[in-house]
């Protein structure tokens, strides 16, 4: 039997499998790099996942960190044509957990927000958390999900607040929505 060691081995991998089942494990592996977790940027960072904050505070300085477990998220500008993403940083319980609002046009004349929040951790670590996401009272709790999955993977599996503009123009102020945001553990 071929027993392979992995490519990820170098950062940290220890991991021994039979070459049938390298492929899957390797696009899983908690020690792969991470890429850049901005949505919607054309940023090609990819690095440890000790540097990411660092990457952002430095190479995305316009995304603002809130502290404490419950803050408020605010979009701007909503009205802003095409597909666009909106991105905060909250930070709590010792960890640092990525908002972002992105809007996507599904088809001409109608657009679908979904709000989303990811951990700047591993996959293991968001499963200690939770998150609600509330426009005016309507609660749903959320799991967290880590920056590996990203959010085009929140999105498909419906791990996030999902809208459309007429509810967004509902609740938004001269065109700034916010959302309040709540972090648990679970």
């Known amino acids: 039997s071929c027993l392979l060691f992995l490519q990820y081995a170098t950062t940290g991998c220890s991991l021994t499998l039979h070459h049938t089942e390298k492929p899957g494990h390797e696009n899983i592996c908690e020690y792969r790099p991470y ?6 940027s054309s940023c090609k960072w990819q690095g440890s996942l000790e540097a990411v904050m660092s990457h952002l505070m430095h190479a995305h300085k316009s995304i603002t960190t809130l502290q404490g477990e419950d803050i408020v998220f605010l979009a701007t500008d909503i009205n802003l044509p095409g597909a666009v993403d909106w991105v905060m940083m909250q930070s709590c319980f010792g960890h640092h957990f990525m908002l972002v609002l992105e809007k996507q046009e599904k088809y001409e004349g109608y657009q679908q927000f979904f709000a989303v929040v990811l951990l700047i951790g591993t996959r293991k670590q968001a499963e200690n958390f939770a998150y609600g996401l509330e426009l005016n009272g309507n609660r749903r ?46």
């Open 35 to 40: 890429s850049c977790p901005c949505p919607g």
């Open 141 to 186: 709790r959320l799991t967290s999900r880590s920056i590996h999955d990203g959010v085009s993977a929140a999105i498909r599996n419906s791990d996030c607040l999902a809208f459309d503009t007429a509810i967004a123009h509902l609740f938004a102020d001269n065109g700034n929505l916010g959302i309040n945001v709540t972090i648990s553990t679970c």
